[in-house]
């Protein structure tokens, strides 16, 4: 009976090199942010990733007042300045028999810094705009996926009984297709809709954003929603609930006021680990072409457009890999880095 | 990627990887005459896939498996096997001699030779004629039963029921003398008769799809096909060589093709010597490394093929005359000439027919400086004024192509240069064995779709009329190849008359088939791309490259020892 059970009080928590006065009379919060501050990897990773969002949302300024280029519009027969000598951007093919049409590679100058695409288009500023697509994407359906798996948990959670059985066979039943899997058949079915999507007023085109975003977001759902769901379980059962209860409290205040805070730190955990997954995911699926679509970029996208290049032009495709590699890894350390800061003997990680 | 593999056709017409060219003065391209060189040894060939679709010699409609086909098999008659223009000429292969049409080009009457035999040792006789004819109605899915072969008397009623098909009165028999007798002359007759459809069996073969196919009368024979692994042909020891026109004597002991390697794993074994030549393009990418390092090992050779954007005459915006023109002034063809591998490898065009074939006439109104038949540079302004004026700004256009370059890069140059023109364009990228099919089927609505065509033989109807004649739009069908839905009466009545001129002058027939080339490209169907050249890999073992304007590179003349 779970309601009479006898719990200890918990055993206070220290992070490595901390001592009991450090943390004595502090806000759980105030003293995640004092470890995360500690951690120099953490707040390398950060800065790493602040940086990598900032000079991908500065793409247009890049683009138009540095490379002087449009990153999107096709530029086949277009010519480029470098070194003072006006020359061609896809460039006729050299030998014996002057086969093969190459683009402009490297200058390291601002235009066309890493060179051009097959069509033209300079490789640097799209890697940018795709950065800007790429982490959009990224972020937007991480958050959409946490607080959509939020809710379910703190619902399935605190009802428990058939609520929490029909939620969580549903999760179930996401769970059990192959996330890449699921992800291109919804973006089969909702990329190919010729005027885009109409959900009563709300229209979304087929090139936008959104698609991708809310496909990616939902597939990973039960990725959060079940660890959470443990939580909530959990906390659904402490001494602190049980007296809010004896107290009168509303539903709706028991789940905000009471669990939502002690869950929370579970979720600001999985995020930064979240968006490094949904990243990887988004430009896994533009790769195949059903994520972002041309003339828009993502790292996704640049890579496929990379693909043709492999022997000539390499960077094309290794740039936008680097993109997302530092991406991945800097947000990868900092969720980390999170987790110990909120709870420095956690062990939550986001499954696969 | 050229859809040289993937050939699906349509019970009417279809679409072919035959080539041409009719080239001959470029550096590399090779002039020599058939026949000669060192026999033995095994030539090796890659493809990536294997043929589409079955291998039943009267179903397969791929130039992969045709260039196979020429050396097993043997129809009455036969395209010359030499390179250069004559390549393109009808000699008389199982027949003694190419007769003269009587009854006012109704009937066609040949003599077999004598003393032939199929690879199974078996006498080729008049019978077995006759029977591969009904073989074409009575296996169901021979893709143009109903277009080429329904003009012998019987032949409608064998495209009706099938299984029951009679040619009796339509092919007369009469020991090694046969007689054919159609119902309306048919000046492409001939030509007909010499593609694989119409290659002779055994009568004795079964009427229904074969794994393999059957014996012929070439001088190799098929001992392996395995879609998964690779195509295996070994001499036939019953071929005795009766004409080294039609069919010479093949110098390799064996050719083996095999499927599965990507073409740039394909370039490095080419390059390497593990293999003698690959059947897919040189991917652009590995093309700089090939001129530079393997320059002696490079032929390129014209080919008689259009490459094409066709424009839904029938869906918006493009049921508009002004949006049609409006994006062929615009299309800057030398882009899309350099994404295909630039100037060595094609010429941009604004029209229908290839050069150097019947009816050709250069055109190209939609240009700057119109007036040469040359495409010279794109002409924007005219292109915007054109669009403003059609009232089509605006519209959303799916442009639809292949996942494969250089086609996807093409769709990818399109989007940006209709979305310049005010339009709001999105790609959709289809793997190369549906997206043929979806673009043809009326239902889908299409409005904008990469092909291209192939000369099955050298006939200007074989491009007007297949691909933009009204009789070759067939509403929701997979089989429809008049992409663009264009019909347009006055031109399908030239049409129809330069056919019936073709019996009795074909020169004439060619002018007014120049005249129906300039209307088309008037009505802007199509944005006309390029012409292309094929470039043709070869490791450094084989010597005697030979290229048919008809069948390509002929693999049994080459030799490897």
């Not at chain 1, 979240?274 to 970029?297: Q, W």
């Not at chain 2, 080539?19 to 002039?31: I, L, P, V």
Request: hydrophobic share 40%; charged share 15%.
């Amino acid at each position: 009976m779970a309601e009479f059970a006898y719990e200890p009080e918990p055993e206070v928590r220290l992070a490595a090199g901390e001592q009991i006065q450090d943390i004595a009379g502090k806000s759980p919060w105030r003293l995640a942010g004092r470890r995360l501050l500690r951690n120099r990897i953490a707040i390398g990773s950060l800065v790493l990733f602040v940086l990598i969002v900032a000079v991908s949302f500065a793409a247009p300024l890049y683009a138009h007042h540095l490379a002087h280029t449009d990153a999107f519009n096709s530029n086949v027969s277009g010519t480029t300045v470098v070194n003072g000598k006006r020359v061609d951007v896809i460039q006729q093919g050299s030998g014996k028999l002057g086969l093969g049409e190459t683009p402009i590679g490297a200058t390291w100058h601002w235009n066309y810094l890493f060179g051009a695409d097959a069509q033209g288009r300079d490789v640097m500023a799209r890697v940018l705009y795709g950065g800007r697509a790429s982490l959009e994407i990224g972020i937007g359906s991480a958050l959409i996926c946490c607080a959509i798996a939020l809710v379910l948990a703190m619902i399935a959670g605190f009802f428990r009984g058939w609520t929490d059985s029909i939620l969580s066979r549903l999760m179930d039943l996401i769970w059990a297709f192959p996330v890449y899997l699921l992800a291109i058949a919804l973006a089969t079915v909702l990329l190919t809709k010729e005027n885009g999507l109409q959900w009563g007023p709300i229209h979304v085109d087929p090139s936008s954003l959104w698609v991708p975003t809310m496909i990616i977001a939902v597939v990973y759902v039960p990725y959060v929603y079940r660890p959470v769901r443990g939580q909530v379980l959990s906390a659904r059962e402490k001494e602190y609930v049980e007296a809010a209860i004896s107290q009168g409290a509303s539903n709706l205040r028991l789940m905000f006021s009471e669990i939502l805070p002690n869950v929370l730190s579970t979720v600001i955990v999985l995020l930064p680990l979240m968006i490094a997954t949904t990243v990887l995911t988004e430009a896994a699926l533009s790769f195949l072409g059903i994520g972002v679509k041309d003339p828009k970029a993502s790292w996704g996208t640049i890579i496929n457009d990379g693909q043709g290049l492999l022997y000539t032009r390499p960077l094309v495709a290794i740039v936008p890999g680097i993109m997302i590699v530092l991406t991945v890894l800097s947000l990868n350390v900092l969720g980390d880095g999170v987790r110990d800061a909120l709870d420095p003997r956690a062990k939550v990680r986001v499954g696969k | 990627m050229v859809k040289r593999s993937v050939i699906v056709s349509s019970a009417v017409l279809a679409l072919v990887l035959v080539a041409a060219g009719c080239g001959g003065g470029k550096k590399n391209t090779s002039t020599a005459p058939s026949g000669g060189g060192a026999k033995g040894g095994t030539l090796l060939t890659l493809a990536n896939d294997a043929f589409s679709g079955s291998p039943d010699p009267q179903v397969n409609y791929t130039l992969q498996e045709w260039q196979l086909l020429i050396m097993t098999h043997d129809g009455l008659v036969a395209f010359k096997r030499v390179s250069g223009p004559g390549g393109t000429k009808l000699v008389p292969d199982l027949a003694e001699s190419i007769p003269k049409p009587t009854n006012g080009g109704k009937t066609w009457t040949f003599k077999l030779r004598s003393g032939i035999k199929f690879s199974n040792g078996q006498a080729l006789t008049g019978n077995d004629v006759k029977a591969t004819f009904e073989r074409i109605f009575k296996i169901g899915d021979s893709p143009n039963a109903g277009s080429w072969y329904n003009g012998i008397v019987g032949g409608d009623a064998c495209v009706k029921t099938p299984k029951t098909c009679s040619l009796s009165q339509g092919i007369v028999v009469n020991g090694s003398t046969i007689a054919f007798h159609l119902t309306k002359g048919d000046p492409e007759f001939l030509d007909k008769l010499a593609m694989p459809f119409a290659f002779i069996l055994p009568a004795s073969t079964p009427t229904k799809n074969v794994s393999i196919p059957p014996p012929g009368t070439g001088p190799y024979k098929w001992a392996q096909y395995a879609p998964s692994k690779q195509a295996r042909l070994t001499r036939n020891t019953f071929f005795k060589e009766w004409s080294k026109d039609a069919q010479p004597a093949g110098n390799p002991d064996e050719i083996v093709q095999k499927f599965g390697l990507t073409p740039t794993a394909e370039v490095t074994q080419v390059e390497n010597g593990q293999a003698d030549w690959m059947f897919d393009p040189v991917p652009s990418d590995r093309q700089g490394e090939i001129s530079t390092k393997y320059a002696s090992q490079v032929h390129i050779n014209p080919l008689t093929e259009t490459e094409y954007f066709a424009l839904n005459t029938r869906v918006p915006p493009f049921n508009n005359l002004k949006a049609r023109q409006a994006v062929n002034y615009a299309t800057d063809r030398n882009a899309l000439v350099k994404i295909f591998g630039g100037p060595k490898l094609a010429t941009p065009t604004c029209q229908v027919l290839p050069p150097n074939f019947p009816g050709y006439k250069p055109y190209c109104p939609y240009t700057k400086n119109a007036g040469s038949g040359k495409w010279t540079a794109p002409d924007m302004a005219k292109a915007k004024q054109l669009v403003a004026a059609s009232g089509t700004k605006g519209a959303r256009v799916k442009v639809n192509t292949l996942t494969t370059d250089p086609q996807k890069s093409w769709g990818n140059y399109f989007v940006s240069l209709l979305n310049q023109l005010g339009y709001k364009a999105t790609l959709q990228a289809l793997s190369p064995s549906l997206q043929y099919p979806y673009v043809q089927n009326s239902s889908h609505k299409v409005p904008f779709a990469w092909s291209d065509w192939y000369q099955d033989y050298p006939a200007a109807s074989d491009f007007l009329n297949i691909l933009l004649g009204c009789g070759s739009f067939h509403p929701n069908s997979n089989s429809s190849p008049n992409i663009a839905e264009f019909c347009d009466k006055g031109i399908q009545a030239k049409m129809d008359n330069a056919l019936k001129l073709g019996i009795t002058d074909q020169t004439a027939a060619n002018d007014l088939w120049a005249e129906v080339d300039k209307e088309v490209t008037d009505q802007a169907p199509w944005v006309a791309l390029m012409n292309t050249k094929y470039l043709n890999f070869v490791s450094k073992r084989v010597k005697g490259f030979q290229f048919s304007p008809q069948w390509y590179f002929m693999l049994d003349q080459a030799s490897v020892k």
